[in-house]
């Protein structure tokens, strides 16, 4: 039997049988039109589907446990509100339980002991209550305005392990959620983070796929001028951890969050998709697709045109066309790509990788050889090669860096990524004019590329600009505020050319901070130290250096940074002699 992770929810009528006896007529007609003018709407309005109805039961699933929650409170809650003036006995009332588990499926029905588990909360909880699973409300709290109360672990019917109960307070539903402080202001347009999609499929091989869609949505969100989009790194520190959106977009700085998930099964795939205002809690937007594998590419345009839609964001005539664009109608080829650029995207980068990675993108490139993507990934590809020398030929990487990235313009020069892999080219051949064209036209295409901006500052960094740099810098930590470590290095090395030794020491210590293991930032934070005559401290910052990479070199570290002015490189030495730490 298939099967699938799915919410639960089980209800049915108090004192069913009471009502009958007292009015047969009258209760069955009542349930009819509760069902159809209010129940039945409230569970299609958020996304579910009933199962079966049951006497005066109800079984039903959502494809998200917020969307299942929301239902049932909002349902219960204008149930009570046209129970006011009815007598207590006439009244109809449900109870509801919720549950989050794995079901299986046989044709229209779900079976299971996650649909027991939904049933025997339903029996506990009270006339208008709705009770919870453990696993439901570890999902939903804080992000929906309710609060519940813990009931502990229950010993319920047929199953064979306590289970963890919470009730949801419906006089509490007002207070909203808890408040969480913005750690940054919020920009001066609409703001939002791509939450890593959850992988619904039975295969945690799935599980780039998932990822892969949610960086395509993220790539084409970030293409659009009105809207400031949180970058990738920074989005994926959550993947896998428990949150809530108030958190999440409080720490970040923003006040929207787009959340899903995506289910793969042979040629079908299931994407829902949920837009989150972080600030109230409140559900901005919702949607569920069930489409052929074929369609992806059309449900990523349909989120992205929702979104912009929902927060009345205005398209400029260049963007219109850029943005879900996906370069390729071959699924095949595309999931190739996928597969390619989430081993680039591992944060361990070796020769296995590497392999691995070109093996896809060539592979994709057969499928489809006019598919711009993977040319640009094989770029990318060759130019961590060179850095890395895993093939033993960094010149020769270099080179097949350049081919790959320019070929990928040739086919599609809307694509930012690509001028981006260009621009790393042009740093490494230390060739500036086109350093800078390749980057500014990266952010052309993309004004949220954190990347871009982060190299189009450290272009200017390296041709004795260091006040320029500065801005650029800053504005890539904005979009990427988690995942800071590039940036504090090469903010530090601007406000060291600059001569401002106490700010660049302070960034380079905050760099060994998030990464113990640099060499880079020692040297450079040895040099300030000297330059501001602390050599007991910069002999100390060596010493650990040389306890990290005992070959350390600086005249060949120094020698591999692109400096156009020998004498912004001269100071990194001077600062060394000044602490005796070189000759």
């Not at 930012?416 to 390749?438: G, I, K, N």
């Not at 800071?484 to 700010?503: I, S």
């Amino acid at each position: 039997m298939e099967r699938r992770l799915t919410a639960i929810m089980a209800s049915d009528v108090v004192g069913y049988s009471r009502l009958i006896r007292t009015d047969e007529d009258g209760t069955l007609a009542a349930l009819k039109s509760l069902r159809t003018d209010l129940i039945g709407p409230k569970i299609a309005e958020h996304h579910g589907r009933i199962v079966k109805l049951m006497g005066d039961g109800l079984l039903a699933e959502f494809p998200s446990v917020v969307e299942a929650v929301r239902a049932a409170t909002e349902w219960q809650q204008a149930i009570a509100d046209r129970n006011a003036g009815v007598p207590k006995g006439q009244r109809i009332e449900f109870r509801v339980g919720i549950n989050l588990g794995d079901v299986a499926i046989d044709g229209e029905d779900i079976y299971g002991d996650g649909v027991n588990v939904a049933a025997r909360l339903e029996s506990l909880a009270e006339p208008g209550g709705v009770y919870v699973s453990g696993a439901v409300h570890d999902q939903v709290r804080d992000r929906l305005g309710l609060r519940f109360e813990d009931l502990g672990k229950q010993h319920v019917k047929n199953i064979d392990r306590p289970v963890r109960v919470w009730r949801w307070l419906r006089n509490a539903a007002a207070t909203g959620p808890k408040a969480v402080p913005m750690e940054r202001p919020l920009p001066d347009r609409p703001s939002m983070v791509v939450l890593p999609f959850n992988n619904m499929s039975r295969d945690a091989d799935q599980e780039y796929f998932s990822d892969g869609i949610t960086e395509d949505i993220i790539t084409d969100l970030s293409k659009i001028s009105g809207l400031f989009v949180i970058a990738r790194n920074s989005a994926f520190v959550y993947k896998g951890k428990a949150f809530s959106v108030p958190q999440v977009c409080g720490e970040l700085g923003v006040k929207f969050a787009l959340e899903g998930s995506i289910r793969k099964a042979g040629n079908r795939v299931r994407v829902t998709a949920q837009l989150i205002n972080g600030l109230s809690g409140g559900h901005v937007w919702a949607e569920r697709y069930d489409r052929e594998l074929t369609d992806i590419f059309e449900v990523q345009d349909d989120i992205t045109q929702q979104i912009v839609t929902a927060l009345k964001v205005t398209l400029s005539e260049a963007e219109k066309p850029r943005i879900a664009e996906a370069g390729t109608k071959d699924v095949d080829a595309h999931d190739l790509f996928l597969r390619g650029r989430e081993l680039l995207n591992r944060v361990k980068k070796d020769r296995e990788m590497f392999d691995q990675a070109t093996v896809c993108f060539r592979q994709a490139i057969a499928l489809d050889p006019d598919y711009a993507a993977p040319h640009a990934g094989l770029g990318m590809a060759y130019v961590l090669d060179y850095q890395n020398h895993w093939s033993g030929a960094p010149e020769t990487s270099l080179d097949q860096a350049e081919g790959f990235a320019s070929e990928a313009i040739d086919k599609d020069d809307q694509d930012p990524f690509t001028h981006f892999v260009v621009s790393l080219v042009a740093m490494f051949r230390r060739d500036y004019q086109r350093w800078a064209d390749e980057t500014d036209r990266a952010l052309a295409l993309n004004p949220n590329f954190a990347s871009a901006l982060n190299m189009r500052g450290v272009l200017h960094i390296y041709t004795g600009e260091p006040g320029l740099a500065i801005p650029f810098i800053e504005r890539a930590m904005r979009l990427d505020p988690v995942v800071q470590q590039q940036y504090l290095h090469f903010l530090g090395t601007a406000h060291f050319v600059a001569g401002d030794y106490e700010n660049a020491a302070a960034l380079f210590r905050d760099r060994i901070a998030v990464n113990p293991t640099t060499d880079l930032s020692r040297a450079f934070l040895a040099s300030a130290l000297g330059h501001l005559g602390k050599l007991d401290e910069a002999r100390e910052v060596w010493r650990e250096l040389m306890e990290v990479n005992p070959r350390y070199s600086p005249v060949e570290h120094i020698g591999r940074l692109p400096f156009r002015d020998p004498a912004d490189a001269e100071k990194f030495t001077d600062g060394l002699l000044k602490a005796s730490l070189t000759e």
